[in-house]
């Protein structure tokens, strides 16, 4: 992002050097961060079968929760299932027309064959 304001001609030197950031608004440490990750993050309770959470627990490494492993599959799986509708959409569009088509062919048929 500071590469891309460096192509428009932006000096962050010299805009920090006008208007200093003020200290008393900078927060860093770790009690901070918790903040951020606290306001970033829902805190929600949930039962997971026990074989489902071995399979994720065997999946990370020790020490190590299985939390960022079963968001990622969710979110994985909440994307492959709006494409899935996306892709069902479609085909039951790219159906619907091809009934026609072969309604209109079938009674063709049947009329040759008369």
């Known amino acids: ?3 891309q304001r460096r192509d428009r001609g932006f000096d962050y030197q010299a ?5 200093p950031p003020d ?3 900078i927060h860093r440490g770790t009690e901070a961060r ?3 990750f606290n306001a970033a993050v829902s805190r929600l309770t949930i039962r ?3 074989d489902v ?7 990370t490494p020790q020490a190590q929760g299985c939390e960022k492993l079963i968001n990622q599959a969710l979110r994985e799986w909440l994307s492959a299932k709006g494409v899935k509708e996306l892709v069902r959409e479609e085909l039951q569009q790219s159906l619907a027309g091809c009934k026609v088509v ?7 048929r049947k ?4």
């Open 34 to 36: 918790q903040q951020r």
């Open 102 to 108: 072969r309604t209109c062919q079938t009674k063709g």
């Open 53 to 59: 959470l071995v399979q994720f627990q065997q999946l």
């Open 15 to 19: 805009y920090t050097r006008k208007s």
């Open 23 to 25: 200290p008393a608004k």
């Open 1 to 3: 992002m500071l590469s």
């Open 111 to 114: 009329a040759s064959n008369d």
């Open 48 to 50: 997971i079968d026990d």
